[in-house]
């Protein structure tokens, strides 16, 4: 069983929609829950990183973390076209350095 | 700012052969990794540097797989020799360093075909 586990899609929604991006994981030791979006043919680039339990908001970019249920998810309100691409969940441990990424969900949003 | 650059974008080679990435981390970026991604997953770490140092290379294939970061800026990867299973993309990231949670910024990554 992988540490973490993602939906790998593809997701296909119309302009405008809420787009809900979840991820499970195994190890109660992650503290850091992270979301990076990659474009085809571009590295990952960092959205969001939250610490703990809890909600976090960047913009049209909602991130939550339920621990207790080893539960992630990422939410995008007024989902545009430009926001189609791959989308990584990403965990760390306290006082790690390593990454451990999730497999990536693939969102196409269509105009 | 210029962000993170690798070289080359593409690369297709015949298995058995020996094949070497560059990467250009950011001006001022302590810290370097060099990931793995395959074809539908995430990024799988390879090794990290701090400075010129080596802190984590674990999940490096020893056997066929070296890298170095000669005076803590620029890195090489290499594999000598090429299998079919190392058809991958070849992320390069860098941060600041120092802190776990330093964001990094990653390169556009070195596609890589082994036939």
């Known amino acids: 069983q992988k540490e973490v586990e993602q939906d790998p899609g593809p997701l296909s929604v119309p302009e405008g929609a809420i787009v809900s991006l979840n991820c499970t994981y195994s190890?109660?030791?992650?503290?850091?829950f992270m979301w990076y979006r990659q474009y085809s043919r571009k590295g990952p680039e960092l959205l969001m990183y939250?610490?703990?339990?809890g909600n976090k908001e960047d913009g049209r970019f909602t991130a939550q973390v339920d621990k207790s249920s080893k539960y992630i998810s990422l939410f995008i309100r007024d989902s545009q076209p430009s926001d189609s691409a791959t989308y990584l969940c990403?965990?760390?441990?306290?006082?790690?350095?390593?990454?451990?990424f999730g497999a990536g969900t693939r969102l196409f949003v269509k105009a | 700012e210029a962000g993170v650059v690798q070289s080359p974008r593409y690369k297709i080679i015949e298995k058995k052969q020996p094949v070497a990435f560059w990467c250009n981390p950011i001006?001022?970026?302590?810290?370097l990794y060099w990931y793995l991604q395959n074809l539908g997953q995430g990024p799988e770490l390879l090794i990290r540097?701090?400075?010129?140092?080596?802190?984590?290379d674990s999940q490096l294939p020893k056997d066929r797989f070296s890298a170095e970061r000669l005076k803590g800026v620029d890195s090489t990867l290499k594999i000598q020799p090429a299998e079919l299973g190392d058809s991958a993309v070849y992320l390069c990231?860098?941060?600041?360093?120092?802190?776990?949670?330093?964001?990094?910024?990653f390169g556009p990554g070195t596609r890589l075909t082994v036939l």
């Open positions: 990231a860098s941060s600041l360093g120092g802190r776990a949670l330093d964001e990094q910024f």
């Open positions: 190890n109660s030791a992650f503290q850091y």
């Open positions: 939250t610490y703990s339990s």
């Open positions: 990403a965990m760390m441990y306290t006082g790690g350095f390593k990454t451990i």
């Open positions: 001006s001022g970026h302590n810290t």
């Open positions: 540097y701090e400075n010129e140092e080596a802190v984590d």
